[in-house]
């Protein structure tokens, strides 16, 4: 994630620590409708990474708990958050998109023919090269080498490489899911067969010891 900051400074949302949908669209130097499609396209995969909305209420809870907002101001469908002097968020009532650091990072493998995408992807290919193979062995899981091979075939301009390392990140986050879901029904299994032979103990009196 540090990389992000070494291209360039992220100015995320104090204790939510994440951009709004305008911010990533500054970070990246595109407009808004840009990064709107982006996530049309690719919702599923930017909420794994912890994309989410953010109401006005959630804002204001912020401000109550920590102090977070110099200033809050209700307007017609919309909620001004000033963050300092020369920062403010407009959030609509309906909520907006929030995005924390590796879902501003993951936008960098869907955005094509942008300079800073391209630079924060040629910083990752400078770190993996710097890196020595035990260092790599150790320190990136299946899930961030799958990444680095998206990144790679980004830099290198070879769309079918594209498509296929994109294929087989999505074949990897669907295998992920459903042993995720086996376990948690096997999970909720458990606990209902634990809970009806409590019910079914007759001896209370070790129950209640």
């Not at 990752?124 to 299946?142: A, F, G, P, V, Y």
Request: glycine share 2%; hydrophobic share 35%.
């Amino acid at each position: 994630m540090e990389v992000l900051e070494k291209v360039k400074a992220l100015l995320l949302i104090p204790q939510m620590e994440c951009m709004t949908i305008n911010q990533v669209a500054d970070f990246y130097n595109v407009d808004q409708n840009t990064i709107k499609q982006v996530v049309l396209r690719n919702t599923e995969e930017l909420r794994s990474d912890g994309m989410c909305n953010k109401t006005p209420v959630d804002f204001k809870i912020l401000k109550v708990t920590s102090r977070t907002f110099k200033n809050l101001e209700q307007k017609n469908g919309k909620l001004i958050a000033q963050i300092n002097d020369i920062t403010t968020l407009e959030i609509p009532n309906r909520g907006i998109h929030c995005f924390p650091r590796r879902a501003i990072l993951r936008i960098v493998m869907l955005l094509r023919d942008n300079k800073i995408a391209k630079e924060v992807s040629t910083q990752l290919l400078n770190i993996e090269e710097k890196s020595d193979s035990s260092t790599k062995t150790e320190e990136i899981n299946e899930e961030e080498k799958l990444l680095l091979n998206i990144a790679k075939a980004f830099a290198s301009g070879d769309n079918v490489k594209l498509m296929q390392a994109a294929s087989e990140h999505s074949a990897y986050q669907k295998r992920c899911l459903a042993e995720n879901e086996e376990k948690n029904r096997q999970l909720e299994n458990d606990n209902k067969a634990l809970s009806k032979n409590i019910l079914e103990w007759k001896d209370r009196s070790k129950l209640n010891a």
